[in-house]
């Protein structure tokens, strides 16, 4: 981001103690017409940290990143996929694809986290996942989860653990145990999973285009908040570090909690009857 956005524009060559409030609205507008608006203010907010460690470290007295001015942002809402969407789209696929529909919608994984499952993180008596690793795009290594909170232990529902048996009937694992691979034996890729395994099954089902294997995650949010979870057991079933992105991203599809405070209000007064109505009541 630094070396395409900022490194080449006239503000790359300012030097910190320069750089004025107007020159920082000047290159954010001319940004914003080559990208979208949520990319636009991630750049901005690189800048911000940038000029906010420097006022940190004393190389300069204020930031120049005040008051800027950024396009209209109004991020486009989840729509979650409903369980006879995701079951379509685990029929759409090749057999040997089946179990990883399932077990993406059914653990919310990352791809990364998906590809990278291996047969020891799999307890079948206790009926947990173990997410250790994820696969990396480029060297295909395992490596270790997106964040420190990724690093966590899942619960294993029935449905996943069904599908699971029987892929590592018809399958064998691979040699570091991976239990996903091609007919070769290999760990798939990112790109090889997107475009020739989940594309042409949104094709087939009819789903949107826009449908992508992240949408299966989703999937997995929704059903838990549904069921009443809390936003900080999501968050942790998630791997994200607090409850604040599982708010702001599934906040909408959060289930009507009005019967629910009613009752919690309405109990905790019938716990503790009125004594003054108790006194009145004696006396006559």
């Known amino acids: 981001m630094v070396e395409n956005h900022i490194a080449t524009t006239p503000l790359g060559n300012r030097p910190l103690t320069a750089v004025r409030p107007s020159e920082v609205q000047a290159w954010a507008s001319d940004r914003a017409s080559t990208l979208a608006p949520s990319t636009l203010r991630n750049l901005v907010g690189l800048l911000s940290s940038v000029f906010a460690s420097a006022v940190v470290d004393r190389k300069i007295g204020t930031s120049p990143v005040v008051r800027i001015k950024l396009p209209d942002y109004r991020p486009e809402r989840v729509v979650p996929l409903t369980v006879g969407q995701v079951r379509a789209l685990a029929d759409a696929v090749p057999a040997r694809n089946r179990a990883m529909i399932i077990t993406h919608a059914g653990l919310g994984l990352r791809l990364g986290e998906l590809i990278a499952l291996r047969l020891e993180d799999i307890d079948f008596l206790r009926r947990t996942v173990r997410i250790h690793f994820q696969r990396e795009r480029e060297s295909m290594q395992l490596v270790p989860p997106k964040t420190p909170r990724s690093r966590r232990t899942i619960p294993l529902p029935q449905v996943v653990a069904d599908a699971l048996a029987a892929h590592l009937a018809e399958y064998q694992p691979a040699t570091d145990g991976c239990i996903f691979t091609n007919a070769s034996g290999e760990p798939y890729r990112h790109h090889y999973i997107n475009n020739y395994v989940f594309r042409p099954a949104v094709t ?22 549904e069921a009443g979870e809390s936003v900080v057991t999501v968050a942790e079933r998630l791997g994200h570090n607090d409850a604040t992105m599982v708010i702001k991203t599934y906040g909408h599809i959060m289930p009507n909690s009005e019967d629910r405070t009613r009752r919690a209000i309405d109990a905790a007064w019938a716990s503790q009857p009125d004594l003054n109505a108790a006194k009145a009541c004696e006396s006559d």
């Open 204 to 225: 087939a089902t009819g789903l949107p285009e826009s449908t992508t294997t992240h949408d299966l995650r989703h999937a997995y949010a929704s059903w838990l908040l």
